[in-house]
């Protein structure tokens, strides 16, 4: 259809009919040449189906006397089921508009081998009904007799080889006249070229002039040629089978089966390169050819690297069967259960194995082996590859790296982790057979006084003689572990199924460690004397787990310590539930303090002429459920949880808040406030930094902030707390030393603090007026003060006569319940209006 011109759908009146008329009327002349040049004779056939117009020359394509005109005197001239498609196309085309594109067949016999190719398309007036149908005919007897020639031939060819594979036909000058599905496929892109060109300049091969010159010679011998070459162009080989046709007189040349080879080449390239690399690798590899009827498996290859890794040589293992890699010094059964039978053979699936095999002399290496089975076809195997590296060296860093996680270093006991295993492993064995174990957890007394005096590798000696000491002090079977520091810990199993008498063999093996390990250490340079503190905890497996277990042998060590050290104490459950209320006092005590639970209460604070000067803070807390909480009870669980650094720092920022606010006030700008600091906050490094940042965001001036530090902080590095206690004094805070007289109280120390006042502990006064020795203690700390040149505060005065006994001998401050109990705000605001003139209050009632 493509060869007729495209005509407006809606082309009415003389204008189309001059159209659809080429070969008469206005524009024939140009329509007729374009016919001619296609070598097409038009015809036209009105809308009612019947009347026939052709031009004169039709009469010789039909083969008749004269054009027909009729459709039925044009279908006469066919073969009747041409001729019966033919109008079937006509009418559907009248009816349907669908063009019409036939090939039929002349019915008379002389004219029987001729085709006629008929088009043809309605032309439509503008209420789309059919005017006309415009087509041409078209004599293609020659192409049709090709095809057939090419079927004729391609049906001979068929002997020669599957017409499966790509095939084209040439003629004698090397241009493609005809190409299979196949071929096609494989040319592609190239197909067009080979229509008008020669194959071997289209696709020319790697070789210069190779296909050229096979190509023609086949033609002048008429011999058939096969060769292979590569072909860049296409980026493939290929085979190349000619055989010549110069004897088929229709249609002369050449057939030309056309197989790519590429894969195959590549293969042959590939086995040979693996020949060569597989020979040279220094992994072991073996080839085994399988048992087949009743042969047994022998060794078909094996490279060099056999001979350099086990001394076998290869001619000793050729056609050998593969037991013969299992000595007779150590034979290895299970590489050679492995070599002959692999299990998942059968189903087609790689073996890998780690195992210990034996060399031609008896040595021992560890080898990665892996086993690949070979199947020629589903469910028969032929051949098996088996490839081997030694990892000996491998399996020693592994062993030496599992040493290292699972060991202790220094001592090299069992670590935290080895221990966690092993109590797992222990639990488990004691549900299954009711027996009872025992965990002892030892912890070195002041063990961080050695390490500081005489230095950590006296330490590091002392653990090691420690190491020593647990283990000869139990059997084989238990285990010693160090799970960190100075903490060591023994798992006792087999202890029986009754728990008192499990109880009393757990009890002598801790005591007879206590014993042990209180005997003096040689440190090579002096002789250590120690003391240790033992927990004790039983377990069957039929409750807790390992972190449960450590925890309770842990608090059992705590418990010794408490009550002395150098003891074995036994896990209380009492312990767990004072542990867990601690623990949930502490968790408690962080959301109470964004709750807003915490508030501060203020002893007032007076001189000797009974004038308030400042307050002390006291931190008080209102749990929801619990009520009020005494400092004693929650203070001790922040400094162990480490919370009592937020918390004093929430402290320091409240007790800034008030004196800013205080400083608006004329009757009460005066008040300086105390606030406790703990040794641990003060130890922090940024807490100078921090002091100075709360008093300027709040405005306070440094002298109104009193700090007081208990003696404790003065035992330990004083070198890291001396720095700080300074840079605050020079910032104007005041320093005062909490408590003196019940701690570290070294002269030698005091004389260096930046102190500004001492207070005299409440312990001296409650019985200064009974005791003679803590009235002398009062009487010797107000003095010493006084020699430094620091003021003197009493705390926990409550009776008149405590207060004249301190005024007699001039102390400087007092605070306690005779004057008044730490107070609310509102109540202290009251207490400051009550107090008028400024003379002393009358005694609180208690």
């Not at 896990?571 to 807003?596: I, Y």
């Not at 003696?711 to 206690?725: G, V």
């Not at 005091?750 to 409440?762: C, S, Y």
């Amino acid at each position: 259809m493509s060869a007729l011109p495209k005509y407006p759908a809606s082309a009415t009146g003389p204008a189309a009919l001059d159209v659809l008329a080429p070969w008469g009327g206005t524009g024939s002349d140009a329509a007729r040449h374009v016919l001619q040049t296609l070598q097409m004779t038009p015809w036209t056939l009105a809308s009612d189906g019947h009347s026939l117009r052709c031009p004169a020359e039709a009469a010789a394509l039909l083969g008749a006397t004269e054009p027909p005109t009729t459709r039925e005197a044009w279908l006469r001239l066919l073969k009747p089921d041409d001729a019966a498609r033919l109008d079937t196309a006509i009418q559907r085309c009248l009816r349907q508009g669908a063009p019409i594109e036939e090939e039929v067949q002349f019915a008379d016999p002389a004219s029987s081998g001729r085709w006629l190719r008929v088009i043809g398309e309605a032309l439509r007036q503008g209420d789309g009904a059919p005017q006309l149908l415009l087509g041409a005919m078209q004599d293609v007897t020659g192409r049709r007799l090709a095809q057939d020639d090419a079927a004729r031939l391609t049906r001979r060819l068929a002997s020669l080889a599957s017409i499966t594979e790509p095939l084209i036909l040439l003629d004698t000058e090397g241009r493609m006249t005809y190409a299979n599905q196949e071929g096609e496929a494989l040319l592609q892109d190239v197909i067009t070229e080979l229509l008008t060109r020669p194959v071997w300049d289209v696709i020319p091969s790697r070789t210069p002039g190779l296909m050229r010159g096979r190509m023609e010679s086949a033609l002048t011998e008429g011999e058939r040629a096969e060769f292979e070459d590569l072909v860049p162009r296409l980026g493939r080989r290929l085979e190349l089978r000619i055989c010549p046709l110069a004897a088929e007189a229709s249609m002369p040349g050449m057939a030309v089966f056309l197989r790519d080879v590429t894969q195959r080449h590549q293969s042959q390239e590939q086995l040979l390169l693996l020949e060569t690399g597989i020979s040279e690798l220094s992994d072991v590899v073996v080839i085994v050819r399988a048992a087949t009827n009743g042969a047994p498996a022998s060794i078909v290859f094996a490279n060099e690297a056999l001979e350099r890794q086990t001394g076998f040589k290869r001619e000793q293992v050729l056609l050998a069967s593969p037991t013969v890699l299992s000595t007779n010094v150590a034979p290895n059964e299970a590489l050679v259960r492995l070599l002959l039978t692999p299990p998942e053979a059968a189903a087609g699936r790689p073996l890998r194995h780690e195992i210990q095999v034996h060399r031609h002399d008896g040595s021992a290496l560890w080898m990665d082996l892996g086993v690949a089975p070979v199947y020629a076809e589903p469910g028969r195997l032929t051949h098996w590859v088996a490839v081997g590296r030694d990892i000996s060296d491998h399996k020693a860093q592994d062993a030496r790296i599992r040493h290292l996680a699972f060991y202790d270093p220094l001592t090299d006991l069992p670590n935290r982790q080895l221990l966690i295993e092993r109590l797992q492993q222990a639990m488990g064995d004691c549900a299954r057979g009711g027996q009872y174990a025992a965990l002892l957890f030892i912890d070195l007394d002041n063990f961080k006084v050695l390490n500081d005096t005489r230095g950590h590798s006296q330490g590091d000696l002392l653990l090691e003689r420690v190491a020593q000491r647990l283990t000869g002090s139990v059997r084989r079977a238990d285990l010693v572990a160090r799970i960190g520091g100075d903490e060591f810990v023994v798992m006792l199993e087999n202890l029986g199924a009754d728990a008192a008498a499990a109880e009393q063999k757990a009890l002598i093996v801790a005591n007879k460690v206590l014993a042990r390990l209180a005997e003096p250490f040689d440190l090579q340079v002096f002789l250590h004397h120690m003391t240790t503190s033992v927990g004790l905890t039983l377990f069957n497996g039929d409750r807790g787990d390992v972190s449960e277990l450590l925890k309770q042998a842990d608090l059992a060590m705590y418990q010794a310590k408490s009550q002395g050290r150098n003891m074995v104490a036994m896990f209380d459950p009492v312990m767990q539930a004072q542990a867990d209320a601690s623990a949930a006092l502490a968790s408690d005590m962080r959301a109470g303090l964004h709750a807003g639970q915490f508030a501060l209460h203020y002893q007032p604070l007076l001189d000797s002429a009974c004038h308030v000067v400042g307050v002390e803070a006291l931190l008080r807390w209102q749990h929801p459920q619990y009520g009020s909480v005494p400092p004693a009870t929650f203070v001790p669980i922040a400094e162990e949880t480490g919370f009592i650094v937020p918390l004093g720092i929430w402290v320091m920022e409240q007790a800034c808040r008030q004196l800013a606010a205080w400083a608006e006030r004329p009757e009460t700008a005066h008040l300086s406030m105390a606030v406790n600091v703990s040794a641990q906050q003060f130890r922090r490094p940024e807490l100078t930094e921090q002091v100075l940042v709360i008093l300027q965001r709040h405005g306070v001036r440094p002298g109104r902030l009193k700090l007081e530090l208990t003696e404790s902080l003065l035992a330990d590095r004083l070198d890291l707390t001396l720095p700080k206690m300074r840079a605050l004094s020079r910032a104007g805070v005041t320093i005062s030393l909490d408590d003196f007289g019940t701690g570290y109280s070294s002269l030698s120390y005091l004389k260096l603090l930046p102190l500004e006042q001492l207070k005299i502990d409440k312990r001296f006064i409650d019985d200064i007026m009974t005791d003679g020795r803590d009235a002398a203690i009062c009487e010797a700390i107000i003095a010493l003060a006084h020699s430094l040149g620091l003021t003197v505060i009493a705390e926990g005065v409550e009776t008149e006569a405590q207060y004249q006994f301190l005024a007699e001998r001039h102390c400087n401050l007092y605070q306690g319940h005779l004057f008044s109990p730490p107070l609310s705000l509102e109540e202290l605001e009251a207490f400051l209006q009550r107090r008028g003139t400024g003379n002393r209050p009358a005694p609180h009632q208690k």
